[in-house]
């Protein structure tokens, strides 16, 4: 039964967001949506990191991009399965705040 509630437990990162897997995610989920959507978004920070162990992992992430020269809020989920390298960008969409953040929690100006 502990076996099973690791395995599906949810991780916060967070102040330890600026781990490396995750900016790397971070960056992977940007340039995705910049492809499919011919956007010029470009990365601020990361505000709120988490991972949900599934099939694989799934990475929620609130991201502060720049577009247009503004400071905007944008969630991000992300599906990886390290043993055959397959990462996907499952959402990314704009949001004054994510399903897991509360901005004024966030410090966000």
């Not at 599906?79 to 499952?90: A, C, G």
Request: with cysteine; glycine share 4%; hydrophobic share 40%.
């Amino acid at each position: 039964m502990v076996l099973l509630l690791l395995l599906q437990g949810v991780y916060d990162y967070g102040s330890n967001r600026k781990n490396a897997d995750v900016e790397g995610f971070v960056h992977f989920s940007i340039q995705e949506h910049n492809k499919k959507e011919n956007a010029l978004l470009e990365f601020a920070r990361v505000l709120k990191a988490k991972v949900q162990v599934v099939a694989g992992k799934l990475y929620c992430f609130i991201l502060q991009v720049i577009k247009n020269v503004k400071k905007k809020i944008y969630e991000a989920k992300i599906s990886v399965k390290s043993w055959n390298k397959f990462k996907q960008l499952w959402e990314f969409k704009h949001t004054k705040h994510g399903p897991f953040s509360n901005l004024s929690n966030l410090n966000v100006k």
